[in-house]
């Protein structure tokens, strides 16, 4: 969501990097007056921030909302638990089971430690930045689930000012949430790595980096779907033997620079939404 500048939440909602180069050596010519469809396989035009304005500032408002909303507002590790070792790397995983359940979809049961509270971080993101965020119902049951219950129903009430009827409009939705027949929505957030950067027996400060994908996939498609850089500081509180969310702020990149790939159809977006589920993230 551009309107990332202005919020401090990035959803929402994955891209890979290279050089941009290949190491070739070579050069290309492009000739002027290919007027293609953005999903029609032609190189990734340069894009004007201006023009993006509305499709990434969805991303930015699926978890946005939530930061906005939440404003102001000792036991020992559990059996198993692998110490992080002198010579771990920070993105190192350390094969322990990240959760012992979940509720609604959604990874809960985490471990009152470090790895627990950067396992819960990442998949609460993950959780936020859905297309689930888009629809009454199911956004409840993701609030409820992955906050501290103190804080559960005046968010629940900012976020349904933030995904009101003109907003959803204006992100090509129906009045429901729903996309319009023949398109498919995608919201999906990527978390990229997280890092502890506060922690005692009660409480821990997380930011998780994320990449996400956001807009509408089909033939007529008018907002396509397209990429963002957020990194996403959770708030998290020992409550009910979880980690849960008490507030959230958002901050836009580390941003990559834009690779090389050929743009993919409208088809072939819809059908990777639809054909490669998540993950459950952990350390």
């Not at 023949?182 to 922690?199: M, Y």
Request: with cysteine; net charge negative; hydrophobic share 35%.
């Amino acid at each position: 969501m551009s309107l990332g500048d202005d919020h401090g939440f990035g959803g929402d909602t994955s891209s890979r990097v290279d050089d941009g180069f290949r190491g070739t050596g070579q050069t290309r010519t492009r000739l002027p007056g290919t007027d293609t469809d953005v999903y029609g396989g032609a190189r990734r035009p340069v894009r004007n921030s201006r023009s993006l304005i509305t499709v990434v500032g969805v991303v930015v408002l699926l978890i946005a909302a939530i930061a906005f909303a939440n404003q102001g507002g000792g036991d020992e590790e559990r059996a198993g638990e692998s110490p992080k070792g002198p010579e771990s790397a920070p993105t190192a995983a350390t094969g322990v089971k990240p959760v012992q359940g979940k509720v609604g979809g959604i990874p809960t049961g985490y471990g009152r430690n470090e790895q627990g509270a950067q396992s819960a971080a990442a998949n609460y993101a993950v959780a936020l930045g859905s297309d689930g965020m888009f629809k009454a119902g199911t956004r409840q049951a993701i609030v409820e689930t992955v906050h501290d219950p103190a804080v559960v129903t005046p968010l629940l009430g900012n976020l349904d000012q933030a995904y009101s009827p003109q907003f959803l409009a204006n992100v090509g939705l129906t009045a429901d949430g729903s996309a319009p027949d023949g398109l498919t929505f995608v919201s999906r957030t990527v978390p990229v790595g997280t890092k502890v950067t506060a922690q005692n027996g009660e409480s821990a400060t997380v930011e998780v980096w994320c990449t996400g994908l956001v807009g509408l996939a089909g033939p007529k498609s008018t907002k396509p779907v397209t990429e963002t850089w957020f990194t996403l500081t959770q708030q998290l509180k020992w409550v009910g033997n979880d980690w849960k969310i008490t507030s959230s702020t958002q901050k836009e990149g580390p941003t990559p620079v834009n690779g090389d790939n050929r743009a993919s159809s409208a088809e072939e977006i819809a059908g990777a939404v639809a054909g490669y589920g998540g993950f459950t993230y952990a350390r």
